[in-house]
């Protein structure tokens, strides 16, 4: 079983649509969850990191948190063709420097 | 001024033989790590080093020989290259502490095995 799974994807939506994908993780002792975007050919650059239970918004993106499921989320609002990009989900557990990506999911915003 | 600097960008080479990989960066960070991503884009670590001692060493063939001179600079050796080795290497850096899994990466270095 992997560490980290998401949903590959792709994802389309419509410009000014909410995107939202999805990402679950097995460890439970996974303490810091993180979102990175990944254009094509290019590095992955973090977006948003998330320590605790509920929301947490930034701009037209919303982390959502909930450890009792061993779940997270991301919601692109008003989704642009410029958020047209991988996403990866990414846990890291108290005390370790290691950090699990998700296979990461594929959005495409439609004009 | 480029924060995580890998060079070089692209390398292609034969089976067989040896390649390197240099990284730097001037964030101040004291973690540096090798990942690697592969034609599925799954993102992969291999090493990780905090003030120039190794703390992660991931299920990596022996031919992967990290190095770090100091807590600036990680560098990677590969030896006997394989097919199987063509993959996309990124340096990234992070600081130690709450802010681990913060992690600033390099532009990759895009390695192809003939």
């Known amino acids: 079983q992997k560490e980290v799974e998401q949903n590959s994807g792709p994802l389309s939506v419509p410009e000014g649509a909410i995107a939202s994908l999805n990402c679950t993780y097995s460890d439970r002792g996974s303490q810091s969850f993180f979102w990175y975007r990944q254009y094509s050919g290019k590095s992955p650059e973090l977006i948003m990191s998330?320590?605790?239970?509920g929301d947490k918004e930034d701009g037209r993106f919303t982390a959502q948190l909930n450890k009792a499921s061993q779940y997270v989320s991301l919601l692109i609002r008003d989704s642009q063709p410029s958020d047209s990009a991988t996403y990866l989900c990414a846990a890291r557990t108290m005390n370790d420097y290691k950090l699990s990506f998700g296979a990461g999911t594929t959005v495409t915003v439609r004009a | 001024d480029t924060a995580v600097s890998q060079t070089p960008k692209y390398l292609v080479t034969q089976m067989g033989n040896d390649k390197s990989i240099k990284c730097e960066q001037n964030l101040g960070h004291d973690t540096m790590y090798w990942y690697k991503q592969d034609s599925k884009k799954f993102l992969k670590i291999m090493f990780s080093y905090n003030n120039k001692e190794l703390i992660i060493n991931e299920t990596v063939p022996n031919r992967f020989s990290p190095k770090s001179p100091d807590k600036a600079h990680l560098n990677l050796h590969i030896n006997s290259l394989e097919l199987g080795d063509s993959a996309v290497y990124f340096c990234?850096?992070?600081?130690?502490?709450?802010?681990?899994?913060?992690?600033?990466f390099g532009e990759g270095s895009r390695l192809t095995v003939l």
């Open positions: 990234a850096s992070s600081q130690t502490g709450a802010n681990t899994g913060e992690l600033f």
């Open positions: 998330i320590y605790s239970n």
